[in-house]
């Protein structure tokens, strides 16, 4: 089961954060998960690298039909206001967390929670899309045949227009990062972005996919256009102040291949990135990734 759970908020006193808090959400979520099932988070703990869930930071409302909310000027805090509701997501890709967060955490939310030294009111937890944007939940098979519904249609206009590729586009929520000879590497190229997603599918899915979609990924897989800005984060809550860098914005890709099931992976890996989340830090806020169609309007 794939769950992503939008918890809405509204802080008990004016204040302020910094604009990506992501790390102390996913402090949060760690240690709720320590409180309510020691074994549970001890299991999640000794995982390898990868990990099954994801978090964002506090974020503003946004409206109804809108998954970005407009940016705060560089170097502004983001600004609490009780009269104004904000939110957060945690994702996870791990059956036992799924279930626990949906009986749990979705039922029965916890009154109030603290995100640094801010303490906020818990309004509603979303898990359902029609509740908010960024809430959803599904099964993997659920997945599987969304990713094939969109593989059809998309092979057949390609058929139609006689198109030399097909198109995925990215938007990158929040910063996103990669490692390449141990530093951080803010370019969301293909060889990065669809192999950490190809990685989280393999390790949790139960059904990995062909080690022949890496080759697709690196030989057929180009970029063909993007709206991408770096963005130096702090990480909040970090005692050194640390900083990290990352991208922001939508990334086109476009597949040049002769192979229907590889494009088929892709297209299963691309709805995959709304729960997954793409890149490095993924529990820290980064990389909150969704599959778009067409070219998105950025808010500047």
Same mark, same amino acid.
């Given at each position: 089961?794939?769950?992503?759970l939008?918890?809405?908020?509204r802080?008990?006193?004016?204040?302020?954060?910094?604009?990506?808090t992501?790390?102390?959400?996913?402090?949060?979520l760690?240690?709720?998960l320590q409180?309510?099932?020691?074994?549970?988070?001890?299991?999640?703990h000794?995982?390898?690298?990868?990990?099954?869930?994801?978090?964002?930071?506090?974020?503003r409302?946004?409206?109804?039909?809108?998954f970005?909310?407009?940016?705060?000027?560089?170097?502004?805090?983001?600004?609490?206001?009780p009269?104004?509701?904000y939110?957060?997501r945690i994702?996870?890709?791990h059956?036992g967390l799924?279930r626990?967060?949906?009986?749990?955490?979705?039922?029965?939310?916890?009154q109030?929670l603290?995100?640094?030294?801010?303490?906020?009111?818990?309004?509603?937890?979303?898990?359902?899309?029609?509740?908010?944007?960024?809430?959803?939940?599904?099964?993997?098979?659920?997945?599987k045949e969304?990713?094939?519904?969109?593989?059809?249609?998309d092979?057949?206009?390609?058929?139609?227009?006689r198109a030399p590729?097909?198109?995925?586009?990215?938007?990158?929520?929040?910063p996103?990062?990669?490692?390449?000879n141990?530093?951080?590497?803010?370019l969301?190229?293909p060889?990065?972005?669809?192999?950490s997603?190809?990685?989280?599918?393999?390790?949790?899915?139960?059904?990995p996919?062909?080690?022949?979609v890496?080759? /697709?990924?690196?030989?057929?897989?180009a970029?063909? /256009?993007?709206?991408?800005?770096?963005?130096?984060v702090?990480?909040?809550g970090?005692?050194l102040?640390?900083k990290?860098?990352?991208?922001?914005?939508?990334?086109e890709?476009?597949?040049?291949?002769?192979?229907p099931?590889?494009?088929l992976?892709?297209?299963l890996?691309?709805?995959?990135?709304?729960?997954?989340?793409?890149?490095?830090?993924?529990?820290?806020g980064f990389?909150?990734?969704?599959?778009?169609?067409?070219?998105?309007?950025?808010p500047?």
């Amino acid at each position: 089961m794939l769950v992503s759970l939008v918890v809405q908020l509204r802080p008990l006193a004016p204040g302020s954060l910094l604009p990506y808090t992501g790390k102390a959400v996913g402090a949060f979520l760690i240690n709720w998960l320590q409180e309510v099932d020691p074994a549970l988070s001890a299991a999640l703990h000794d995982l390898d690298e990868i990990k099954p869930l994801t978090a964002s930071g506090v974020q503003r409302a946004v409206r109804p039909d809108s998954f970005l909310p407009p940016p705060l000027p560089p170097g502004e805090l983001l600004r609490l206001d009780p009269q104004r509701l904000y939110w957060f997501r945690i994702t996870s890709l791990h059956e036992g967390l799924s279930r626990y967060l949906l009986e749990n955490f979705y039922r029965e939310p916890p009154q109030t929670l603290p995100i640094l030294k801010q303490t906020f009111k818990v309004e509603s937890v979303a898990v359902q899309p029609e509740e908010h944007p960024w809430a959803a939940n599904c099964s993997w098979s659920d997945l599987k045949e969304a990713a094939l519904a969109g593989y059809s249609e998309d092979y057949n206009r390609s058929q139609t227009a006689r198109a030399p590729g097909s198109k995925i586009t990215f938007l990158f929520h929040t910063p996103t990062t990669f490692q390449h000879n141990g530093r951080a590497f803010p370019l969301p190229l293909p060889a990065q972005a669809f192999r950490s997603l190809a990685d989280r599918w393999n390790a949790f899915s139960g059904t990995p996919l062909d080690e022949s979609v890496y080759d /697709a990924i690196t030989e057929d897989v180009a970029i063909s /256009a993007y709206d991408l800005r770096t963005e130096l984060v702090q990480l909040e809550g970090s005692h050194l102040k640390t900083k990290l860098l990352g991208c922001r914005g939508w990334c086109e890709y476009s597949y040049f291949g002769q192979r229907p099931e590889q494009l088929l992976n892709l297209h299963l890996l691309s709805r995959f990135a709304f729960f997954s989340g793409v890149g490095k830090k993924t529990l820290q806020g980064f990389g909150q990734t969704l599959a778009v169609e067409g070219i998105p309007k950025l808010p500047r």
